[in-house]
């Protein structure tokens, strides 16, 4: 069994049943909820404002980092020979990326809100920065992306992929908690399988994955469903990182990571406290990951306990928002120390946060100067056009991963 004690918020536990349906249980101010993902019976146990379904979409994040090292594949053919099977022996390395895990599922908006988050850039060195990383391919590289800060700079995806599916925020979340949790990841280039499992769970990517500066915050993957291509993918990487150098991008982005992404008090409205922003009108042809912005939290949530607090009451208007008995399009919720406004509309998602004392007309209004900064900033905020590319696969390499043998950890092994 697998079980995390987190403060006074969450337990959450990994066992084997032959049948568990999804449930569950209250006692005292405690929610007990199960969720059964084939032959795995994940266990949260919790008493914060989030709701049973919220505990469940967080125990599937814990299912799915499983998932993305070990494969569903697999996990199906290792029960199906040996119904007690431990999945510890499987699992053993991989205890401080499911802490981790933990950890961020209840304080990063990323995992709330289903998006990711981008470092706030020109649009002009995003657009550059996209332009290299299309323009270093090799047959079979399917996604090339470039992180800073566990904040995404930009993403490249082959156009025949995207055609069939687009990379989801869950895979990518998963992905950047891999790395930030493996401190193998900062010794030098890592070659290693990685299952996405939204994209596909019974399938391998082979993820090529290596820091760009010596502090370890610009961080490329470039994943391919060729296991075989490490040098061409390596090859890849050197004429990023030498275009990087080249143009000063890498000291551009260094210098965005030493100062805080942006201040509330750029939008000029003295009553706002703090916003989680996400844009919903989106062309699909588009094919890119849902992205949302905030900014950074400052008084009075520079407590850990203030901005669990903060969190907490978030976690309560996005349940409420996005009732399935009883959706709401607007909430006004006044809470012991600040007042807290939800909107949903077609084009935007948005939580925003004011002082005490600010009245519904007056947050209303408020929302109508922050929608307008939002719009102007849009293109230093957003990936707007995700950049594209085309290559022609090799006889016989699958665009969905070629990889089905999963019986292997691969992930805690082999670098190069």
Request: a neutral charge; aromatic letters at 10%; glycine letters at 6%.
């Amino acid at each position: 069994m697998l079980s995390k004690e987190k403060g006074d918020f969450m337990s959450n536990s990994l066992s084997r049943k032959e049948k568990t349906p999804n449930s569950k249980v209250v006692y005292d101010d405690h929610k007990l909820v199960f969720v059964q993902q084939g032959p795995l019976v994940l266990v949260s146990v919790s008493h914060t404002l989030q709701s049973e379904q919220q505990l469940r979409e967080e125990l599937l994040y814990v299912y799915d980092q499983i998932i993305s090292m070990l494969t569903q594949a697999s996990i199906t053919r290792i029960f199906e020979r040996k119904k007690n099977y431990d999945l510890r022996r499987l699992l053993t390395g991989s205890e401080k990326i499911l802490d981790r895990l933990l950890n961020l599922v209840e304080s990063d908006p990323c995992f709330l809100l289903g998006a990711v988050r981008c470092l706030p850039l020109a649009a002009s060195l995003r657009d550059s920065l996209g332009t290299l990383l299309q323009k270093a391919i090799t047959p079979n590289l399917v996604f090339s992306i470039l992180v800073a800060g566990s904040q995404l700079v930009t993403t490249v995806q082959e156009k025949t992929v995207i055609e069939d599916c687009r990379l989801e925020p869950t895979d990518l979340h998963l992905l950047l908690n891999l790395i930030g949790a493996t401190s193998a990841f900062q010794t030098g280039e890592i070659w290693t399988p990685i299952c996405l499992p939204r994209f596909n769970p019974d399938c391998y990517f082979y993820a090529y994955i290596s820091y760009l500066d010596s502090e370890c915050t610009i961080c490329l993957i470039l994943l391919s469903t060729d296991k075989d291509s490490f040098y061409s993918v390596s090859d890849c990487k050197k004429r990023i990182e030498e275009g990087m150098r080249t143009q000063n991008y890498l000291q551009a982005l260094s210098s965005g990571l030493k100062s805080p992404s942006y201040s509330v008090g750029l939008v000029g409205v003295p009553d706002l406290r703090h916003f989680m922003y996400k844009p919903l009108d989106i062309p699909d042809n588009y094919r890119q990951l849902p992205q949302f912005t905030s900014p950074e939290l400052e008084g009075p949530y520079c407590s850990e306990n203030e901005r669990h607090r903060l969190f907490d009451l978030y976690h309560y208007l996005h349940d409420r928002i996005h009732s399935t008995s009883r959706p709401l399009r607007l909430i006004y919720h006044v809470a012991e120390k600040e007042t807290l406004l939800a909107w949903v509309t077609s084009k935007f998602e948005l939580y925003t946060c004011f002082n005490p004392l600010v009245t519904k007309a007056g947050a209303i209004n408020v929302l109508t100067k922050l929608l307008r900064w939002i719009k102007k900033e849009e293109d230093r905020l957003f990936i707007r056009y995700p950049p594209k590319y085309s290559t022609t696969p090799n006889p016989g390499k699958g665009s969905r991963g070629p990889r089905t043998d999963g019986t292997e950890n691969g992930f805690f092994g082999g670098g190069h």
